[in-house]
């Protein structure tokens, strides 16, 4: 018999859904709201009101895109953590009672577990062991991937997420939030070399990102003269604006090298250590074109196998939520209906 999922994902600012039979997604809706724009950042009680109007209809169009009818659905998967904690109850509430009515099964997902098995929408036949670098705008991790159901984080950031630290660059150069994908714009029409941003030396696996941040917001400050603090070198605000202006493509394109090669180093250093060279790219940043290029260059050059998403995968979407929910449904991995009981995803 094949195997229908519903899938919900809410995590944070997008509403989203969508159906899968048997790890196919017929259906991948989202409603991407646009309300935060103005603040900087995802307000979150603004984030879970729009939730509350977009869930309904989002489930709906989910369901009619896909052909499917809610009595042929075998189970309800929804994303259980991290993520905004309103943002979260919205989608864990609809999920939940749906299930109850229904009388079918409920699966508690991971956000994170979720980004890496990505990869499995248009690769199902990917090979595993493989050694997954999951970028988005809260986590960066190293995930080491035995199985759909088995995975293990071997490094992290010890601070700031990949994500964040091209939406905190972004923004002390004066661009809207979320920065990460106009940076990658402009990027393309500078010079990388141009700026040398310093690589963090932070020893295993783990990364980190706040001293990149500092030395670019020193170096902005400065108007260029330097990436350490110092107090006479700093410029007036007409200068540091003026600074930026004239030199916006190269600065981006610099960060992101930065960035990536912060990134890309740790991954190879993670291949050399676990002996894995089935690579792959998951979560919202490895939507950046620098990072694309770089890790399939990386893994030309080194003999590596390397699988990315399509970008529609790599950013929130529910698509990623019912690949997850069909495979923890394949190891009867279900969570509780019991209406005083709460979840806990485990990946
Ligand atoms: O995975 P995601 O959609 O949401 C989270 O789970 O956090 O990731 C969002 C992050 C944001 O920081 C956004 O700026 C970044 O992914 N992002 C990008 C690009 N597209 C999205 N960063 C750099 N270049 C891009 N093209
Ligand atoms: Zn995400």
Redesign the pocket.
């Known amino acids: 018999m094949p195997v229908c999922i519903l899938a919900i994902e809410s ?2 600012d997008e509403t989203a859904a969508a159906v899968c039979v048997d790890g196919k997604i017929l259906s991948n809706e989202i409603a991407t709201q646009v309300a935060h724009a103005n603040f900087g950042g995802v307000v979150p009680e603004l984030a879970s009101r729009a939730h509350l109007q977009h869930i309904v209809p989002v489930v709906a169009l989910a369901l009619q895109k896909s052909g499917v009818s809610l009595d042929t659905v075998d189970a309800i998967a929804y994303t259980q953590s991290p993520g905004l904690i309103g943002s979260l109850l919205v989608g864990g509430q609809f999920a939940k009672s749906l299930a109850l009515s229904l009388g079918k099964p409920l699966i508690a997902v991971h ?1 994170m577990q979720a ?1 890496v098995l990505a990869n499995l929408i248009e690769h199902p036949q990917l090979s595993f062991p493989f050694l997954c670098l999951t970028v ?4 960066t991790q190293l995930v080491k991937c035995d199985s759909p159901t088995r995975m293990e984080v071997i490094g992290e950031t010890i601070d700031d997420a990949a ?2 630290a ?2 905190k660059s972004a923004k002390l150069l004066g661009l809207p939030y ?4 106009l ?2 714009q402009y990027a393309k029409r500078g010079r990388g070399d141009r700026f040398a941003f310093p690589e963090p030396q932070i020893a295993g696996l783990d990364f980190s990102f706040s001293g990149l941040k500092t030395s670019i917001l020193y170096f902005l400050q400065n108007a260029g003269k330097s990436h350490a603090y110092h107090p006479e070198l700093i410029a007036t605000p007409e200068e540091q604006r003026s600074f930026i202006e004239t030199n916006l493509p190269d600065l981006c394109a610099s960060i992101q090298q930065r960035i990536v090669s912060i990134l890309l180093h740790k991954l190879k250093k993670a291949v050399v250590l676990t002996g894995i060279k089935n690579i792959a790219l998951a ?3 490895s ?3 620098g990072l694309r290029t770089g890790i399939t260059e990386m893994a030309k050059l080194n003999h590596y196998t390397c699988t990315i998403p399509s970008l529609p995968y790599c ?2 979407n529910a698509a990623m939520i019912a690949i997850t929910g069909y495979h923890k449904y394949l190891d009867k991995q279900f969570a509780s209906l019991d209406i005083r009981s709460s979840a806990k995803a485990t990946w």
Do not use: K, L
Not at 136 to 139: F, V, Y
């Open positions: 995590s944070c956000h980004h988005s705008g809260g986590h994500g964040e091209f939406d979320p920065g990460g994908p940076i990658d979560g919202g940043v939507a950046n074109s950013t929130d």
